[in-house]
Antibody, heavy 121, light 110 residues
């Protein structure tokens, strides 16, 4: 069974930076597109970013463009989300999600347990 | 405000059939496939339906999906207490070059 384990969450001040990691196991990361989805406290799901299996052009929601960077290290079977210039509205549980194929348009068929990011002074 | 519109709540009694709608536009549902996710309280989301009407292995056939034009729906038949959860639709949006989620529907089993 696919396993996704996020780490790197925590409390950070506004304007600060944080890097989330998602360790994948029991499947080959390079074969699949991977995504980050977040959920603010008491709110719905919001897609953040996606990268194809080949590590091609990534896509971002407008609110994080220029501040967040998605990347992958297929040799380590790990997905990352580098978050800079963090704002209070970035406070959320961040989920790592595996897509069903190498295409960024394929559904999210496996999810991690989530990592809480709190942006507050 | 979500690009995909869902009713905020739905309810039914055990054994009933309920449907949850998801309304979009040509650039998302009209041009791409729809997926549905179930989020139980305190848990991560789980894929219920992909490619409009396909169920992953392990998802009961009580759950079914359909799409017509720029709208989609999730139907749950033989409602059970354990179906009480939040349900989200999602689709890729060609205009925004990104994924869109619906606002979510909280299903209550009375």
């Amino acid at each position: 069974e696919v396993q996704l384990l996020e780490s790197g969450g925590g409390l950070v001040q506004p304007g600060g930076s944080l890097r989330l990691s998602c360790a994948a196991s029991r499947f080959t990361l390079s074969t699949y597109a991977m995504s980050w989805v977040r959920q603010a406290p008491g709110k719905g799901l919001e897609w953040v970013s996606v990268i194809s299996g080949s590590g091609g052009t990534p896509y971002y929601v407008d609110s994080v463009k220029g501040r967040f960077t998605i990347s992958r290290d297929n040799s380590k079977n790990t997905l990352y989300l580098e978050m800079n210039s963090l704002r209070a509205e970035d406070t959320a549980v961040y989920y790592c999600a595996k897509c069903g194929s190498s295409s960024v348009r394929s559904a999210f068929d496996s999810w991690g347990q989530g990592a809480l990011v709190t942006v507050s002074s | 405000q979500s690009v995909l519109t869902q009713p905020p709540s739905a309810s039914g009694t055990p054994g009933q059939r309920v449907t949850i709608s998801c309304s979009g536009s040509y650039s998302n549902i009209g041009s791409n496939t729809v997926s549905w996710y179930q989020q139980l309280p305190g848990a991560a989301p789980k894929l219920l339906i992909y490619n409009n009407n396909q169920r992953p292995a392990g998802v009961p056939d009580r759950f079914s999906g359909s799409k017509s034009g720029t709208s989609a729906s999730l139907a749950i038949s033989g409602l059970q207490s354990e179906d009480e959860a939040d349900y989200y639709c999602a689709a890729w949006d060609d205009s925004l070059s990104g994924w869109m989620f619906g606002g979510g529907t909280k299903l209550t089993v009375l």
